[in-house]
Structure formats: structure tokens, C-alpha cells
């Protein structure tokens, strides 16, 4: 038995009736709203009807979806994104908008307050209320990424996080080759003087476990012994308890994001050690204060510029009527300072 309807609108429920509230009246899923909306032909017409009798109950109005019936279009695309805070969603956050502008389309953002199923399933709805063309999802979070994968939404769907080398719909930066790039650094500046140890960021950030499947990896094939690992959650206090913990003989330390990494800084400096003559760093992501810590901190660019434009080209290709695109991954660069080379 569905559940019952909303309460009326009025001082108590200011807000329009959406997708979702007609969907949870008629008992059916958002996907069949949008699919009778579009007078799609796989709804039963006895579904169709009570589809429609909801939308008439709460005085549904289709708005910006029913302006775009007549073309299929509403020059829109949706952005589900979370932990804008953080450099690297927050620049994606402003290279999808950048890059969707420059193509013609105007951005509908969400920002997720928890990554949990429902919350995304009602973003998601907020996103189809506004007949989006397409949506793009920027959240690298495992669960969420496994979430996304059984929406089963009406319309294209792009990943920007957490993606795969190949995997269609999706785009994304090389994080394991970043992983590499700064491990393999490390390793030629202290030879075979000390370990190199890795700062991770969380467990389940698809990033943080491809970028340190990078550092195994490189200290795999140089045949150098792994230092320690350190958890980190992204914050620059991890990183300075992680540097806190640093034991002695490590020579290097790959750290999964550049704020980590100011807070190592910070740490060993408190400890005496003298970077990079005692302890080289590598940071990730070479946000704008890196070049500005002291020493300037080494670190893994990420072209977030390139990561948009591409998520964005996918939507159109797959609007335009290609089926599965794909493109590959995009190419970090090592940016070498101080923190691992000293200057001169």
C-alpha cells in the first residue's frame, strides 16, 4: 500500500508538490513519473492512470518538464556532488559548470549533506523535476558509486569520481599513475637511504585506494620494501598526527592530498626533522597554497579543467545518440618543488 499523500501546501508545507511526493502517492518509482511525463509507451495504462490521478490530487505542475516535451530539451544539466569543501570536488564542481557553459547548457547542482541511499534518490528527483538532460555525479564515495549504478535513471548518466580506466559513462583522472608518479619520485631522491612511507586518505574514496594501489605498485617494481602507512581523512590535522606517528628510517613519504601533507610539514618540523634533507614529501593534487607552504610542497596536478570539459562531452555524445562512450582517463603531471628537492 503506497503511503499517504503530503499535506496540503500552506504555511506548514510551503514547498510544490515534486517527482518524488506523485511517485510515493501512486506507488511506483521516479523513473515511471518521468516515463509517463514523457509519454514513454512501456507504462501499462492502468499505472498511467493512477500516475496521473496522483499528479492531479497534489496538483502537480510539470513546470520546466512539461516545457520540454515538445523538443526533448531543456538546456540543463544536473550536478550531484559532495564534500565541496575539499579541493579536488569543489574544483570539479567549478569545471563542470565552466565547461557546460561553454557548450551551451546551464547546471542544476545538488550537494549531498550525507551519502546514503535515500539522500541520493532524492537529489536525484530534485534534478528530474527540472527535466535535466543528463546528470553528472561527482561523488567518489564506494557505496554512493554502487548506489548510482542502480538508479536506473531516464536519462544519461556521467561519472567523475572513481572511475575505472576504459569504463563508459565515466571520466576520470589517472590516480594510480599519480600514485606512481610520486612514489617513483621519492624513490630516486632517497635511493636506498630509508623507506617511503604513504599518508592515506579515507578507506572508502575510490581515489584514496587507487592512489595507493599506485605506491604499492611502483615500490613493487623498483623492488623497494613498503615504509608505513598512515591513515588519513583528507584534513591537515591527520596529516600532522600522521607525521606525529612517523617512525624513524623513513626516508620519504607519499601523502595522499596537499592538505595532509601541510600538516606532515608541520609535524616534522615540530620533531627537528629538516625537509627534504631528512624526510622528502609528495602531496597530491597541487592546490593553489602548496607552492606556498614551506618548503614549497612537491605534488601531483590534477587537470580538473580537462576532467570537466570531457564529462560534459560525454553528455552531449550520448544526447547526440552514442551509445556507451567512453573516453580515457586524464593524465596527472609531477610538479617537483622543494619539500623532496632541495632548491639549487
Known sequence: MPPPPPPPRGAANPRPPSMADVAALAGVSHQTVSRVLNDHPVVRPETRERVQAAMQQLGYRRNAAARALATN??????????????????????AVQEAAHDAGYAVAQVGLSELSEQELRRHVDRLLDQAVEAVVVAVAQRAALDTVAVLDLPVPVVLVEGVAPGQPMAVGIDQTTGGRLATGHLLD????????????????????????EGWRAELEDRGAAPGPELAGDWSARSGYEAGLRLPDGVAGVFV???????????????????????????GFDDAPDSAYA???LSTVRQDFAALGRLAVDLAVRTLGGEADASVGLVQPELVVRTSSTPAG
Not at 530539451?73 to 567549478?94: E, F, K, N, T, Y
Not at 601533507?261 to 626533522?273: D, F, I, P, S, T
Open 256 to 282: 595522499g592530498n596537499d592538505a595532509m601533507a601541510v600538516g606532515l610539514l608541520r609535524a616534522l618540523h615540530e620533531r627537528g626533522l629538516r625537509v627534504p634533507d631528512d624526510v622528502a614529501v609528495v
Open 73 to 94: 530539451r531543456s538546456g540543463l544539466i544536473g550536478l550531484v556532488a559532495a564534500h565541496l569543501g575539499l579541493h579536488g570536488p569543489g574544483m570539479i564542481s567549478v
Open 294 to 296: 614551506w618548503p614549497p
Open 189 to 212: 631522491v632517497v635511493g636506498a637511504r630509508g623507506l617511503v612511507a604513504h599518508v592515506t586518505g579515507p578507506a572508502d574514496w575510490v581515489e584514496a585506494q587507487l592512489r595507493r
